[in-house]
């Protein structure tokens, strides 16, 4: 049985089922370069003290300061150094100085920069769609409450604990929520959380989540904003970035894969929990958003894991 929680931004999280891959405490001192590509993983960074320079392909470099805290739900490469590079802007090899520990820039350097790194990977099969919705990087400062939960993964993950799985998959549930609702709305790009921002779409963005087996509509969810129908559809799709049938679509293709992944359900069963009303209009509609059938889905799901 597949139960998710009804608030949107709880919801997404949790379908994404994430893990800890790594989580490292890095050090470093003088002139110092990392880069790294085709990492294709959410990456996470709270700088502990000093600062640096962080280079994310596609976009400007930041520079991070003690108490910064940033978040990538889908990092590709990026480059991160001194706030002065090497001049030969040759990368470094990390040294590992104890388990969990490395150490960046010359050895007789000084330290001058600290942080806590770690990089996670999604357990659901609908990782690409869900991370969609989210912005492509957050970015905050003095958020106590997330550089104080990165310390914590860290050292639960250097661990062997019983029950370490589960407190890591919720420490980092909660780290999501946080870091994603930490940044201010009038920054954030479309999608889920600049929609939830609204107070207009927020109530449609909750049916959506809440009830993915009923019947929903553009013209009952405009009702209920006050809104009309067009001016409606107009202002979720600036605010969310797709049109609500879109975005429901979506959204009830990420459970149904989940599902299908689980095993144990009927297709006749998954199509009654995502709203449709037999298996060949769920199974018609499957074909249309990932073009392949939900048979064929789960056997190759099966055979990649």
């Known amino acids: 049985m597949f139960d998710h929680p009804a608030d949107p931004l ?14 490292k405490m890095v050090e470093a001192g003088g002139p110092w370069l990392v880069e790294r590509r085709d990492m294709a ?8 003290e000093g600062r640096c320079r962080l280079q994310v392909t596609g976009r400007d470099p930041i520079t991070l300061s003690a108490g910064d805290f940033v978040l990538i739900p889908h990092l590709q490469s990026f480059t991160m150094s001194s706030e002065v590079p090497p001049p030969s802007h040759m990368p470094d090899l990390p040294l590992e100085t104890g388990p969990g520990r490395f150490r960046l820039g010359l050895p007789e350097a000084p330290v001058d920069v600290r942080a806590l790194v770690g990089h996670c990977r999604f357990g659901t099969p609908a990782s690409d769609l869900l991370v969609s919705l989210l912005p492509e990087m957050i970015h905050v400062s003095g958020q ?21 799985g589960m407190v890591l998959e919720r420490l980092l549930e909660v780290l ?7 940044g201010p ?3 954030l790009p479309p999608g889920l959380l600049r929609g939830l921002s609204d107070p ?12 993915a087996g009923g019947t929903l509509s553009v013209s009952k969810m405009a009702k209920e904003a ?13 605010q969310v970035g797709r049109a609500p049938m879109e975005y429901a ?50 056997n190759k799901d099966r055979l990649q894991n």
């Open 10 to 23: 709880s919801s997404v999280v949790t379908l994404l089922k994430p893990a800890v891959s790594i989580s």
């Open 41 to 48: 993983s959410p990456f996470y960074c709270a700088m502990v």
């Open 144 to 164: 106590s409450r997330l550089t104080a939960l990165v310390p914590v993964i860290h050292e639960e993950t250097r661990a062997d604990r019983p029950g370490r």
């Open 176 to 182: 999501l929520i946080e870091a994603l609702r930490s």
């Open 185 to 187: 709305a009038s920054t």
């Open 200 to 211: 207009q779409l927020a109530g449609a963005l909750h049916r959506i989540h809440a009830e």
């Open 226 to 238: 006050g809104m009309s129908r067009s001016g409606f559809f107009e202002r979720f799709r600036k």
């Open 249 to 298: 679509t979506d959204w009830r293709m990420a459970i149904a894969k989940t599902l299908l992944r689980q095993g144990g359900l009927t297709n006749t069963e998954i199509a009654l929990k995502v709203g449709y009303g037999s298996a060949s209009a769920f199974g018609l509609a499957f074909v249309r958003h990932e073009g392949l059938s939900p048979g064929v889905f789960a």
